[in-house]
């Protein structure tokens, strides 16, 4: 079964940058659109961006300007570029992405990689 391998988050103090990459576990016969959200404690899980295959992008307001997402889609990749981090940013970051395997459409998700931003 296809899976979504999440990487890359950490502790990090404001103002700082971190990227996180999430790659499917194998090759898929076509994925469309990939996203990122994320779910701090106490709270619902909410968009911070997303990304179609020809990499037309959209972004919550609380991150335009600060974030930017991308995707290779040779590598079945897409990654999160988080730049001026703040506190609130802190949450655990999952990836998304619907897939066609050629025999049915899906949506999976990684398992998620935490995100702390703190002094």
């Known amino acids: 079964q296809v899976q979504l391998v999440e990487s890359g988050g950490g502790l990090v103090q404001p103002g700082g940058s971190l990227r996180l990459s999430c790659a499917a576990s194998?090759?898929?016969?076509?994925?469309?659109?990939m996203g990122w959200y994320r779910q701090a404690p106490g709270k619902q899980r909410e968009l911070v961006a997303a990304?179609?295959?020809?990499?037309?992008?959209n972004y919550a307001d609380s991150v335009k300007g600060r974030f930017t997402i991308s995707r290779d889609n040779a590598k079945n990749t897409v990654y999160l570029e988080m730049n001026s981090l703040k506190p609130e940013d802190t949450a655990v970051y999952y990836c998304?992405?619907?897939?066609?395997?050629?025999?049915?459409?899906?949506?999976?998700w990684g398992r998620g990689t935490q995100v702390t931003v703190s002094s």
């Open positions: 998304n992405a619907d897939i066609d395997t050629g025999v049915k459409y899906d949506s999976i």
């Open positions: 194998e090759r898929i016969f076509r994925i469309n659109t």
């Open positions: 990304i179609t295959r020809s990499t037309a992008a």
